[in-house]
């Protein structure tokens, strides 16, 4: 810790951290603002989905099936780069500091506190802010162009299993919780497994990605040749913020 101490930068850090963190926890807004933004992205969700069914043309299974394929691998690399974002972000005194301060505590607990999957899917869809405005630009096209079905579906799919990701990654800490046909899901890279997430706390800016991993060999070399890593800075921020 004498090491901490004489490096100004992160000892600045450190004290916004705590800053930030204090202000998530203490300032009921910033949960019930979490708690609005859920509401808003699974009614989203759901107006997305209908309108999608009520726009729906002939379209081929091979077509429907590529499309979700591509949807599937998207969803995957998008809420990567999301997590990459998140883990390495420093700017505590932003208006989404203490969000991104409540987001670095996820490294400190790596079993979850046991919810049912329904309220997972609910609360942890709060926590994507980003989110929010894809949906809405999403129910916009919809409302207002003529998009192609197989675009179509290939957005809404993203919305919604942007969602399933953090349950993916819930069963993936919490494998215990997780029935037969999840941990079949889980075996066979449908969803992600213990054995791939693992990495990303063990080793440092590595296998961000949240559904079931098929993108970190894409989201790695982002991670590699953009960032340095969190183990050397927000973990270290938590760390100190936990000690006291």
Same mark, same amino acid.
């Given at each position: 810790?004498?090491?901490?101490?004489?490096?100004?930068?992160?000892?600045?850090?450190?004290? /916004?951290? /705590?800053?930030?963190?204090?202000?998530?926890?203490?300032? $009921?807004?910033?949960?019930?603002? /979490?708690?609005?933004?859920?509401?808003?992205?699974?009614? *989203?969700?759901?107006?997305?989905?209908?309108?999608?069914?009520?726009?729906?043309?002939?379209?081929?299974?091979?077509?429907?099936?590529?499309?979700?394929?591509?949807?599937?691998? *998207?969803?995957?690399?998008?809420?990567?780069?999301?997590?990459? @974002?998140?883990?390495?972000?420093?700017?505590?005194?932003?208006?989404?500091?203490?969000?991104?301060?409540?987001?670095?505590?996820?490294?400190?607990?790596?079993?979850?506190?046991?919810?049912? $999957?329904?309220?997972? +899917?609910?609360?942890?869809?709060?926590?994507?802010?980003?989110?929010?405005?894809?949906?809405?630009?999403?129910?916009?096209?919809?409302?207002?162009?003529?998009?192609?079905?197989? *675009?179509?579906?290939?957005?809404?799919?993203?919305?919604?299993?942007?969602?399933?990701?953090?349950?993916?990654?819930?069963?993936?800490?919490?494998?215990?919780?997780?029935?037969?046909?999840?941990? *079949?899901?889980?075996?066979?890279?449908?969803?992600?497994?213990?054995?791939?997430?693992?990495?990303?706390?063990?080793?440092?800016?590595?296998? +961000?990605?949240?559904?079931?991993? @098929?993108? %970190?060999?894409?989201?790695?070399?982002?991670?590699?040749?953009? +960032?340095?890593?969190?183990?050397?800075?927000? %973990?270290?921020?938590?760390?100190?913020? /936990?000690?006291?």
């Amino acid at each position: 810790m004498q090491s901490d101490s004489i490096d100004p930068h992160l000892a600045i850090k450190i004290k /916004e951290y /705590e800053v930030a963190i204090e202000k998530y926890k203490n300032i $009921p807004w910033y949960t019930r603002v /979490e708690f609005f933004f859920s509401i808003i992205i699974i009614t *989203l969700q759901i107006a997305t989905m209908m309108t999608l069914l009520h726009q729906y043309s002939t379209t081929s299974i091979v077509a429907v099936v590529v499309t979700l394929f591509v949807s599937y691998f *998207l969803t995957d690399f998008i809420n990567g780069i999301a997590h990459l @974002i998140a883990d390495n972000a420093q700017n505590y005194t932003s208006i989404v500091g203490p969000f991104y301060a409540a987001f670095h505590l996820h490294h400190i607990k790596l079993t979850y506190e046991n919810k049912h $999957p329904v309220k997972i +899917y609910f609360y942890e869809s709060g926590h994507k802010i980003w989110l929010v405005f894809y949906l809405i630009i999403i129910f916009l096209a919809q409302c207002f162009t003529h998009l192609n079905f197989c *675009l179509n579906l290939c957005l809404v799919s993203i919305g919604v299993l942007s969602s399933v990701a953090e349950l993916s990654h819930f069963w993936c800490h919490n494998k215990k919780q997780a029935n037969r046909f999840i941990r *079949l899901l889980q075996k066979n890279r449908i969803l992600l497994s213990m054995q791939h997430h693992k990495f990303h706390h063990r080793k440092d800016n590595i296998n +961000y990605a949240f559904l079931n991993g @098929i993108s %970190d060999p894409i989201l790695n070399i982002i991670a590699n040749r953009f +960032y340095s890593g969190y183990k050397n800075f927000s %973990d270290r921020h938590v760390a100190a913020y /936990e000690k006291k």
